[in-house]
């Protein structure tokens, strides 16, 4: 601890921070364009001048940077001082001398830092009366609009993409006042990270592309609080919607799991929730009907089935899993995942559930000191994942930092000092990953002997978990490192998962992980799974997909109900084919058109995680709830959707469940491992001052006139009866409470605030975790002492003419929801086979290639790889005209 | 004089011959590398540092920061790892132009400079970074390194010392903020040329991360000599024309009879160097202000032509004596379009990092042309005075743009009538300045 004094006034503060970050800790404000909690000091911008003072004696003081002077004890500063207000408005007033002053037009505006800040600093008329320099704008892909005259040059843009992200294609060109940071050329940003830095630059440099075809000011869009369906991490998000359209994403803080930043799949894949041919009204046989007709007749083919069978979903809400579950009895609620992909989910969650390492969260994985990655190409299947392990081999630095006594915040002197060093990662996977470039060592091979090099390096660590035999000399050697690299290590961390399709591979990581917590208490696991409420549906125990089938095409069983699923992705054509067949009634609820959705009888229209309230559970085993944005029936009534478990409700019939609340209560009640859902977040009586929390800004306008080409009376707001948040900007609206429950805070706004900077005021202390405590409740509690698993897989040997089919995964493609978005399908690339150079010459494939798979012929483009292992060959898991992937799938590759 | 009576007076020049300088055997034979031998025989690095600290040598970039206290600030002894040893050869100060005389007249006394400056710190790898344009220099710099390479004189186990070394040359690309040693560094590692931070300084943390020592060539020439003939020598150089000791390197440019460079005793009067070297002003011309070495400092009048040039002396007249290479400006030339074309090279050579630098300077340009051009407001004397202490030391992240400032801030004070000549009595109306705007005769093309 340090004491400064500010302004005369005395205040305890953390002396390793700058005086930046320990006045904005404070709540005292200080303009600031170029520093940022998530990307250090630079002292570029020059607007947080304060003046200092030598002691409390000395009255002349000297300008200084607070975010680049420490906030030792015994400082004495001013940030009242009339000289240093002065330099910070001028600093404003120079940057206007570029910027185009469109607010008017600008996307950015109403959102703005460079607007918040101009006002902070009480700017407001330049002497400048000569011509802007202008630039040219760079077309950057589907995501990201690009316009380079309002950049103020607070060089953000490049120390996230580049320094932060590990992006190579954005850089900063020129110099003097002509410098300009875009690409080389015109083209799609790499990075699957390069929407942050609509975020992260302070002005309207790079705006998101997905808002600007529908376009809404932030003050006139309707928020919820919300959790990406991306992936498993869950990171938190705040949708926008108007009109009854979502319109962006942007982030919503959370100080262990997504910080400050989403990956592109999260925020631009929403588009799925906007298609215009996605069931809004109840159908039987493909008509239109009422829904309280198809609820009927749900029901009456559920009474009159011989046996009624359910299949949940991975990405539905633990609340309709379980509604589902209760509506047909748990002996007859499937799994909604594939076979394989189920038990490797279940697997997953009794290592991190009952063994002794639980899952690290983000910030965790940032804070390791040393990584191996098995099996998993992170950057698809868990990108926050992914841009968490680049921290920590940043973090690095932070240790030369205190050897050089160099501040932690001195981002540019701990890259110098760094050079190249980095805290170690290992990266063992099928083939190449977009981790690769960050990797110490790699190793490319088939699952089994990833899991081999897996077991041999907890064997390294301890000679009780079990050896391998005959491990070829490269991996034997590459575990003698990886083990005395971890065991070396004060902060080390294991990341594997679902991805690679292979239980060893798990089991080879938690046994690891095992190892190490005997010695190392700070030891970090990761599992990445198949999708964001895999292990919300693992916990309700389901059968596996196969029974279902099975008992399906035996007729044991004739009526089906699928609650959000899409079955031709979870199980080969052909058994479920012949499953279906047998089915007289096949009810499904789905929020989106599928061939599962084209067989249905009865289809009942299921709202997104947009459109509905609900609980997720993340790989951490995090209970957290999404909240519905907006109510879609508010502008047009012949909308019928509601969420999956509501549609339940009314077929179950009994009115058990009215409200949210009531259903995850009896969800907590009925499965002890799901007992802390309720305290996910404050059920629908909580009120701030009374008052319920407004979805809407303060500020919103145009509601009176936005149903008037219907009616120009203006209806009576919608009303949420499920949660205490309203449809309308009337209700608590943050001016007053700045620690509120988190899991309630719809969008980032503090008064002055209207930013995503706004973060900085709802947090403890700036980049650190949110005053109201970080959103949801952790389910797992773990800590039961290991028995090493010990079933070590025989090495993979090349079979003569089959090729072992991996499934590769993609950022963009390959996720289901996502990939019907627009920007997302423009993004990805088309479905391929990845054929090994070694054996690219004997397959007579030439540019294009034909897969014999399971009976099915694919006819697909190919692509050399230098990194597949031999006898493999790799398609893109969950690509359109990819089949179904099961495992260990063999498969003839021949000419095209 | 023979040549080694002349090392003793003229330490940095008596070697310097542009049409053929001394090669490896002609600069051994008139007592070359007998420095080196001696350091690395007789003297430990702390020993050549403290010689180097006795003799009080100011750095001769400018800044007259003491050499020997820069050189003990790097860490020493075994575990001390890679360090560095870096030569400011970028040599682009407007109206300088003493270190390419250096470089191009005895190259084998920069490559032996160095080798023992190097061998003071500890250094494993030393890199002259040299301004792009001096190819000859260049050429040069890169045969005597490769003589003394052939000799042994560099590479491992030096004359048997056990030490390893090796020296190269950098060339630049040609920007003026290479000459901030931070910016240097970034530009040496092939970064751009930004300034760094400091702390950490250079001397803890420089190139690749590792100890980095950056002196200007001139300062570097004055190390052999100093570790031959010792600190007391050094000291009476200056014959007590001032408190420093040594030679200094002193030259006029602009409107003098005979410009050039002469070494000189440190503190020889500014009068001495402009009418006994350079030979006074040119017939018809009269002297009206001097800057006393190079664009980034204070201008300064004929009255104060008896001051002695030396560091604290021309500070204490509230200018920087810089790199000690006087540029005249004449009773013919506008002062306003002086200081126009000194800050349209510093807009122009700004990186771009810093708001004030980057934005500040091309707007004081753009007032500056219309005063030039007799379309100055009223205000623009007020709004250029104001730059000057918003663009002043403190308020930006490197010393650029305060430099920058210095012309500027001291031709308002001496030539106000000047800049007041410009002010259009029409163009004072605000409503007048858009028109003038949207003309463009005011958009100064400056980057």
Not at chain 1, 238 to 261: A, C, K, T, V
Not at chain 1, 840 to 869: D, M, W, Y
Not at chain 2, 25 to 45: I, Q
Request: with cysteine; aromatic share 8%; hydrophobic share 40%.
């Amino acid at each position: 601890m340090a004491t400064i004094h500010v302004d005369g006034k005395q205040y305890e503060v953390d002396g390793a921070d700058n005086l930046l970050q320990a006045c904005l800790n404070l709540g005292l404000d200080i303009p600031y364009f170029c520093w940022h909690p998530a990307l250090g000091s630079v002292g570029a911008c020059r607007q947080c001048a304060v003046k200092s003072y030598r002691d409390e004696t000395d009255k002349m003081g000297r300008i200084v940077m607070s975010c680049m002077t420490p906030a030792s004890n015994g400082t004495y500063i001013s940030i009242a001082d009339d000289e240093a207000k002065d330099f910070r408005a001028s600093v404003v007033e120079f940057l206007m001398t570029n910027h185009p002053h469109d607010c008017p037009v600008c996307e950015e505006g109403g959102h703005c830092h460079l607007q918040d800040m101009t006002v902070m600093t009480a700017h407001h008329s330049r002497s400048y009366r000569f011509d802007k320099r202008t630039h040219l704008n760079q077309d950057l892909g589907p995501f990201i609009g690009h316009e380079m005259n309002r950049c103020i040059s607070c060089y953000r843009c490049v120390r996230y993409y580049k320094d932060y992200a590990g992006g190579t294609d954005l850089g900063v060109y020129g110099a003097a006042a002509n410098v300009y940071f875009g690409r080389v050329e015109d083209g799609a940003l790499e990075s699957e990270f390069s929407g942050n830095l609509t975020e992260v630059c302070p002005t309207g440099v790079f705006t998101d592309k997905t808002h600007s075809e529908r376009y809404t000011r932030k003050w006139d869009m309707q928020y919820s609080p919300s959790i990406c369906t991306g992936c498993a991490v869950g990171c938190n998000v705040s949708p926008g919607e108007r009109y009854g359209e979502i319109r962006r994403i942007e982030n919503r803080y959370h100080g262990d799991l997504n910080g400050y930043f989403l990956c592109d799949r999260g925020r631009f894949g929403y588009g799925y929730t906007n298609l215009k041919d996605r069931p809004r009204q109840a159908l039987i046989n493909g008509q239109t009907v009422a829904g309280d007709v198809a609820v009927a007749a749900a029901r009456t083919a559920i009474n009159g089935a011989r046996k009624t069978l359910a299949i949940g979903s991975p990405r539905a809400s633990v609340e309709a899993n379980y509604a589902l579950r209760e509506l047909v009895g748990a002996a007859n609620f499937h799994d909604g995942h594939a076979t394989g992909e189920g038990a490797l989910v279940k697997l997953a969650l009794s290592i991190v559930r009952e063994g002794p390492v639980r899952a690290a969260t983000i910030t965790e994985i940032e804070n390791a000191d040393a990584v191996l990655v098995l099996g998993e190409d992170v950057t698809a299947t868990a990108p926050r994942v992914a841009l968490a392990l680049r921290q920590a081999a940043r973090g690095k630095g932070q240790a030369l930092a205190a050897e050089k006594k160099v501040a932690e915040w001195q981002t540019i002197a701990l890259a110098d000092l760094l050079q190249r060093d980095s805290y170690p990662v290992f990266v063992a996977s099928v083939d190449a990953t977009r981790l690769d470039d960050i990797a110490r060592d790699k190793l490319r091979a088939a699952p089994e002997d990833l899991a081999r090099l897996g077991f041999a390096i907890a064997h390294e660590l301890d000679g009780a978990s079990p050896a391998v035999g005959d491990l070829d000399h490269r991996s034997a050697a590459l575990a003698r490192t990886v083990a005395e690299v971890l065991a070396g290590a004060k902060r080390p961390l294991i990341v594997s998962g679902t991805g690679a399709g292979s239980a060893a591979v798990m089991q080879a990581a938690a046994n690891i992980a095992w190892a190490l917590k005997a010695k190392t208490a700070d030891t970090g696991l990761v599992l990445t799974l198949p999708e964001a409420n895999s292990y919300g549906l693992a916990l309700l125990d389901p059968q596996p997909l196969a029974a279902a089938l099975a008992a399906l095409s035996s007729g044991e069983a004739d009526t089906l109900v699928v609650l959000e699923n899409d079955l031709e992705r979870r199980a080969p054509k052909a058994l479920l084919d012949a499953a279906l067949a047998k089915v007289k009634n096949l009810i499904v609820i789905d929020h989106s058109a599928s061939a599962t959705t084209a067989r249905a009888q009865v289809v009942l229209p299921a709202a997104t995680v947009f459109e509905g309230d609900g609980t997720l559970v993340n790989y951490e085993g995090r209970a957290q709830r999404h909240f519905q944005v907006f109510d879609p029936g508010y502008y047009d009534a012949s909308i019928g959707l509601t969420e999956s478990w509501r549609w339940l409700a009314s077929v179950d019939g009994e009115s058990r469940w009215k409200i949210l609340d009531d259903m995850t209560a009896a969800c907590a009640q009925a499965v002890p491992a799901l007992a802390g859902i309720v305290d996910a977040a404050p059920n629908a009586a909580f009120r701030i001052d009374g008052m319920k929390i407004a979805r809407e800004p303060h500020r919103y306008s145009g509601r009176t006139a936005m149903r008037a080409n219907q009616s120009v009376h203006e209806p009576r707001q919608p009303q949420d009866a499920d949660t205490a948040l309203s449809f309308s900007m009337e209700g608590y609206n943050g001016t007053g409470s700045l620690d509120r429950p988190t899991e309630l805070l719809p969008y980032a706004w503090a008064p002055g605030w209207n930013s995503p900077s706004a973060w900085n005021k709802l947090q403890q202390e700036v980049g650190g975790n949110l005053r109201g405590g970080n959103p949801g409740k952790l389910l797992f509690a773990g800590g039961a002492t290991p028995r090493y698993f010990s079933d070590v897989p025989a090495a993979f040997v090349a079979s003569g003419d089959a090729f072992r089919v991996l499934a590769l995964h993609l950022h963009f493609g390959g996720d289901e929801l996502s990939s019907r978005a627009e920007p997302i399908r423009e993004r990805a690339i088309p479905a391929f086979v990845a054929i090994p150079r070694v054996d690219f010459a004997k397959t007579g494939a030439n540019g294009h290639a034909t897969v014999a798979i399971a009976g099915t012929l694919l006819q697909l483009p190919t692509r050399i790889s230098e990194t597949l292992p031999a006898g493999t060959i790799g398609l893109p898991a969950g690509f359109a005209g990819i089949p179904f992937l099961a495992d260990g799938l063999m498969a003839t590759v021949s000419g095209g | 004089m023979s040549l080694e009576q002349d090392l003793l007076v003229k330490p940095l020049t008596a070697r310097v011959n542009l049409a053929a300088p001394q090669d490896l055997r002609t600069y051994e034979a008139s007592g070359g590398y007998l420095a080196l031998r001696k350091a690395l025989k007789e003297l430990s690095p702390a020993d050549v540092q403290s010689r180097v600290k006795d003799s009080n040598l100011r750095g001769r970039g400018g800044a007259g920061f003491p050499t020997g206290v820069k050189w003990g600030l790097v860490p020493m002894g075994p575990d001390a790892g890679a360090k560095y040893l870096v030569c400011n050869a970028d040599e682009m100060e407007p109206g300088t132009f003493k270190d390419r005389l250096l470089m191009e007249g005895a190259p084998h006394q920069m490559v032996e400079a160095m080798i023992v400056a190097g061998y003071a710190i500890g250094a494993c790898t030393g890199y002259i970074f040299l301004r792009g344009e001096y190819v000859v220099a260049a050429e040069r710099l890169n045969k005597a390194l490769a003589e003394a390479r052939a000799a042994g004189l560099l590479g491992q186990n030096i004359l048997g010392s056990g030490w390893n070394y090796d020296c190269f040359v950098h060339t630049g690309a040609g920007r003026y903020i290479c000459g901030e040693e931070t910016a240097l560094i970034n530009s040496l590692e092939g970064r751009r040329a930004n300034p760094r931070a400091k702390p950490p300084f250079p001397q803890i943390a420089g190139a690749w991360g590792r100890p980095t020592v950056v002196n200007n060539v001139e300062s570097l020439f004055n190390i052999p000599p100093i570790v031959i003939n010792g600190a007391d020598w050094f000291k009476g150089l200056s014959q007590g024309k001032s408190k420093d000791g040594g030679t200094k390197l002193y030259g006029v440019s602009g409107r003098a009879r005979r410009t050039g460079v002469y070494e000189l005793p440190i503190g020889t009067s500014a009068r001495e160097i402009l009418e006994d070297h350079g030979g006074g002003m040119k017939d018809g011309y009269r002297l009206k202000a001097w800057l006393p070495g190079g664009a980034s400092t204070d201008f300064l009048l004929p009255e104060h032509l008896d001051l002695a040039m030396d560091f604290d002396t021309i500070a204490k007249a509230g200018s920087r004596m810089g790199t000690g290479l006087l540029t005249v400006v004449d009773d013919k030339q506008n002062m306003v379009s002086v200081v126009r074309n000194l800050e349209e090279f510093f807009a122009r050579e700004s990186c771009g990092w810093c708001t004030p630098c980057r934005d500040g300077l091309p707007w004081s340009v753009k007032m500056l042309m219309a005063l030039e051009q007799g379309r100055g407001h009223a205000d623009d004397l007020a709004e250029l005075e104001r730059l000057t202490r918003l663009l002043g030391p403190g308020r930006t992240f490197c010393a650029h743009a305060p430099g920058a400032m210095e012309p500027l801030q001291s031709a308002l004070k001496f030539f106000r009538a000047e800049f007041e000549a410009g002010v259009s009595p029409t163009a004072a109306k605000a409503d007048d300045v858009h028109d003038l705007a949207q003309t463009g005769v005011l958009d100064a093309k400056v980057a």
